[in-house]
């Protein structure tokens, strides 16, 4: 069991925006910043968001980041359908200076 | 560009050891510390722990201490896993990763799957 909560599943229509959320404590989310992964079915995962709302480059701004206290939250709007994939929060829990993911949070576009 | 390369598939006996290589390039290979994360089949990502580049030294998370060897070849710019004592549940997608700041993964490797079955 993760120490950061994600929903397991997600779904909604193409065009529309859906958020994930990531539940974390103060010693994880609420002290270190919060990345962002998409893994498509058999691929490796790929960075979406650091520092909680960074993009890096080529990422589309349809994704976005957010942190407040002890949560995070990746939004993707005008969903598509290459979008459908497994995505994961991860931070540093800075107590026990280890490396910790959400469980993840599979997207349906339906 | 950066790329990290990691080795291929592997299919192991239980109590057999393996050794999985993820070679880095396109950067100073010493700037960004090396992480591993595995992935079980159909499963979420799981942190092994990290080794940094500088001085080669590991970090281990709670589940991977023991078996578990993160290790480097700075010369050739690779850095290796190593498992010993295979066990059936050590069946995952094995990842290498790099370490923008702080477990931030800004590139990652193509993955090696071990397979361990008799």
């Known amino acids: 069991q993760s120490m950061l909560t994600q929903p397991p599943s997600v779904s909604a229509a193409p065009g529309q925006k859906v958020t994930i959320s990531c539940s974390g404590s103060?010693?994880?989310?609420?002290?270190?910043?919060v990345s962002w992964y998409q893994q498509l079915p058999g691929t490796a995962p790929k960075l979406l968001i650091y520092d909680n709302y960074k993009r890096p480059s080529g990422i589309p701004d349809r994704f976005s980041g957010s942190k407040s206290g002890t949560s995070a939250t990746l939004g993707i709007t005008g969903l598509q359908t290459e979008d459908e994939a497994d995505y994961y929060c991860?931070?540093?829990?800075?107590?026990?200076?280890?490396?910790?993911f959400g469980g993840g949070t599979k997207l349906t576009v339906l | 560009q950066v790329q990290l390369i990691q080795s291929g598939s592997e299919l192991k006996n239980p109590g057999a050891s393996v050794k999985v290589s993820c070679k880095a390039s396109g950067y100073s290979f010493t700037a960004h510390s090396i992480n591993w994360v595995r992935q079980a089949p159909g499963q979420g990502l799981e942190w092994m722990g990290w080794?940094?580049?500088?001085?080669?030294?590991?970090t281990y998370a709670q589940g991977f201490i023991g078996r578990f060897v993160f290790s480097l070849d700075t010369s050739v710019s690779t850095a290796y896993l190593q498992i010993s004592g295979l066990k059936a549940e050590d069946t995952a997608v094995y990842y290498c990763?790099?370490?923008?700041?702080?477990?931030?993964?800004?590139?990652w490797g193509q993955g090696t799957l071990v397979t361990v079955s008799s």
């Open positions: 991860a931070t540093l829990d800075s107590i026990l200076r280890t490396g910790v």
């Open positions: 080794i940094n580049v500088n001085t080669g030294t590991p």
């Open positions: 990763t790099r370490d923008r700041n702080d477990i931030e993964f800004d590139y």
């Open positions: 103060g010693s994880n989310i609420g002290s270190s910043y």
